[in-house]
């Protein structure tokens, strides 16, 4: 056998030569399942990836007792309703414009806070300007789309509140909480509302407000896309944060906060209510492998409550990074039950296990790589781990789940962080907080 000197070799090594950080064995064939670093050579979950595509709510309703197959189906009725009066908001401004079609909104990056709560920037002409921009993409329903080039001003009359698709074809991304979608934006209202009294932002935060109530699953999830668009879209989804943020958001408002002063008391109870459910869906959802908790899917059949995938590279996995941030989420909280405090503590300690060491991040002719490194200092998580075994996966776009992230990244462009340093905070400063938390109460 040849010695494995190059910097490609050791790339390939990676997955196999990595520290264990409960006994500093530096094998992969040392490595137990679920007992400090996984070994990330030995998948058995590898080859083409499984979609559910039997995701149509409305045709696996008979899968419920009676009482919660009549309020899926009021869900169900109330989103089409909302689907139906975007589209004829939108027609009517075609029409009255005398236009052939409607025109597609400028495409943009993720909508991101341009300043804290209480900030001076709200109160100056650049919020202005913006919020009226924001204003006039709130959809019928009361969501915002994502991609939105905000830069070129207001929307149009007879102009698409998406552009996610082209003008004719099925709305995409109408309504949503992908990419801080609406719960960013709600934000942003509510500072401005507090900087200026604007009451154009206090209607437009209440209306915002009501969409995200509405969008709630009676099982208390959410989807990523409201009114429903079918397909991966309708799964309750923590992927890229949309549910935590949600919760979030609400929480936020549960805990009187200035910037809300002008909610009703019927509104917080009705927010208190979709926390609740929220929390319960959370709790539902935390993944057990033989009995013990462990941590959350990025994705969940809406019906069934199980971990399933979304696009080909999200398969039904144990997801790190959004996990980690509604670990986050939830040690933030205050209060806790016990059975948060149950969930969190069986986070904490799966995520413990699941650290990556001995590896470093590096370039490999342009594309990063991952090499074995026993002398690096960082610690790791992978973003997908097996459901079962907990051990790191890697889907690539192909569709194949490949055991290490060299033979996904030889075949596949990368799109995702595959590996993460992120949950370290969360596992270090956070439960710290959490831990002084729980002390006090």
Same mark, same amino acid.
Request: charged share 20%; hydrophobic share 35%; net charge neutral.
């Given at each position: 056998?040849?010695?494995?000197?190059?910097?490609?070799?050791?790339?390939?090594?990676?997955?196999?030569?990595?520290?264990?950080?409960?006994?500093?064995?530096?094998?992969?064939?040392?490595?137990?399942?679920?007992?400090?670093?996984?070994?990330?050579?030995?998948?058995?979950?590898?080859?083409?990836?499984?979609?559910?595509?039997?995701?149509?709510?409305?045709?696996?309703?008979?899968?419920?007792?009676?009482?919660?197959?009549?309020?899926?189906?009021?869900?169900?009725?109330?989103?089409?309703?909302?689907?139906?009066?975007?589209?004829?908001?939108?027609?009517?401004?075609?029409?009255?414009?005398?236009?052939?079609?409607?025109?597609?909104?400028?495409?943009?990056?993720?909508?991101?806070?341009?300043?804290?709560?209480?900030?001076?920037?709200?109160?100056?002409?650049?919020?202005?300007?913006?919020?009226?921009?924001?204003?006039?993409?709130?959809?019928?329903?009361?969501?915002?789309?994502?991609?939105?080039?905000?830069?070129?001003?207001?929307?149009?009359?007879?102009?698409?509140?998406?552009?996610?698709?082209?003008?004719?074809?099925?709305?995409?991304?109408?309504?949503?909480?992908?990419?801080?979608?609406?719960?960013?934006?709600?934000?942003?209202?509510?500072?401005?509302?507090?900087?200026?009294? #604007?009451?154009?932002?206090?209607? =437009?935060?209440?209306? /915002?407000? %009501?969409? @995200? &109530?509405?969008? *709630?699953?009676?099982?208390? $999830?959410?989807?990523?896309?409201?009114?429903?668009?079918?397909?991966?879209?309708?799964?309750?989804?923590?992927?890229?944060?949309?549910?935590?943020?949600?919760?979030?958001?609400?929480?936020?408002?549960?805990?009187?906060?200035?910037?809300?002063?002008?909610?009703?008391?019927?509104? #917080?109870?009705?927010?208190?209510? =979709?926390?609740?459910? /929220?929390? %319960?869906? @959370? &709790?539902?959802? *935390?993944?057990?492998?033989? $009995?013990?908790?462990?941590?959350?899917?990025?994705?969940?059949?809406?019906?069934?409550?199980?971990?399933?995938?979304?696009?080909?590279?999200?398969?039904?996995?144990?997801?790190?990074?959004?996990?980690?941030?509604?670990?986050?989420?939830?040690?933030?909280?205050?209060?806790?039950?016990?059975?948060?405090?149950?969930?969190?503590?069986?986070?904490?300690?799966?995520?413990?296990?699941?650290?990556?060491?001995?590896?470093?991040?590096?370039?490999?002719?342009?594309?990063?790589?991952?090499?074995?490194?026993?002398?690096?200092?960082?610690?790791?998580?992978?973003?997908?781990?097996?459901?079962?075994?907990?051990?790191?996966?890697?889907?690539?776009?192909?569709?194949?789940?490949?055991?290490?992230?060299?033979?996904?990244?030889?075949?596949?462009?990368?799109?995702?962080?595959?590996?993460?340093?992120?949950?370290?905070?969360?596992?270090?400063?956070?439960?710290?907080?959490?831990?002084?938390?729980?002390?006090?109460?």
């Amino acid at each position: 056998m040849r010695p494995l000197n190059s910097l490609k070799s050791q790339t390939l090594m990676a997955g196999m030569l990595l520290s264990c950080g409960l006994c500093g064995c530096s094998t992969a064939q040392e490595l137990q399942p679920n007992a400090g670093t996984q070994n990330i050579g030995e998948v058995p979950t590898v080859g083409k990836v499984k979609v559910d595509t039997s995701s149509d709510i409305s045709s696996r309703l008979n899968l419920l007792p009676a009482a919660e197959k009549l309020k899926w189906q009021s869900y169900i009725e109330r989103s089409q309703a909302a689907a139906r009066a975007d589209q004829a908001a939108l027609d009517k401004e075609v029409a009255a414009n005398g236009m052939k079609s409607a025109l597609q909104a400028p495409d943009g990056g993720d909508f991101k806070l341009p300043a804290d709560a209480g900030d001076v920037w709200y109160k100056g002409e650049e919020a202005k300007q913006l919020t009226d921009t924001i204003l006039s993409y709130q959809t019928p329903a009361g969501g915002w789309s994502k991609h939105t080039g905000y830069s070129s001003g207001p929307r149009k009359q007879g102009m698409q509140w998406t552009s996610q698709n082209t003008p004719g074809q099925s709305p995409h991304y109408l309504g949503t909480f992908d990419n801080r979608s609406t719960t960013e934006q709600l934000y942003f209202f509510a500072y401005v509302w507090q900087a200026t009294g #604007r009451e154009d932002c206090k209607v =437009a935060f209440g209306k /915002g407000l %009501d969409y @995200v &109530l509405a969008a *709630q699953y009676p099982n208390g $999830g959410w989807p990523q896309v409201y009114p429903l668009e079918g397909g991966y879209h309708d799964q309750i989804t923590f992927n890229d944060d949309a549910m935590t943020r949600i919760l979030g958001l609400l929480h936020d408002i549960e805990s009187n906060k200035p910037y809300y002063a002008f909610l009703t008391e019927s509104q #917080r109870a009705k927010v208190s209510e =979709a926390l609740n459910q /929220g929390m %319960d869906c @959370v &709790l539902k959802t *935390q993944v057990e492998q033989n $009995g013990i908790k462990t941590v959350w899917c990025a994705q969940y059949d809406p019906i069934t409550l199980k971990p399933n995938a979304a696009r080909l590279m999200e398969p039904a996995t144990l997801s790190g990074t959004e996990s980690s941030r509604l670990l986050e989420f939830l040690m933030s909280m205050g209060k806790p039950t016990p059975s948060i405090t149950l969930a969190i503590e069986s986070g904490l300690s799966w995520f413990e296990k699941a650290k990556i060491t001995g590896l470093m991040k590096t370039e490999v002719e342009g594309k990063t790589s991952y090499v074995a490194n026993p002398n690096s200092t960082e610690v790791y998580w992978a973003r997908f781990y097996d459901l079962n075994s907990s051990k790191p996966i890697f889907p690539g776009r192909d569709g194949v789940l490949y055991d290490t992230f060299a033979a996904m990244a030889a075949k596949n462009k990368l799109g995702y962080d595959y590996y993460s340093t992120r949950p370290g905070s969360m596992l270090n400063s956070g439960q710290k907080k959490w831990r002084k938390l729980l002390a006090k109460s």
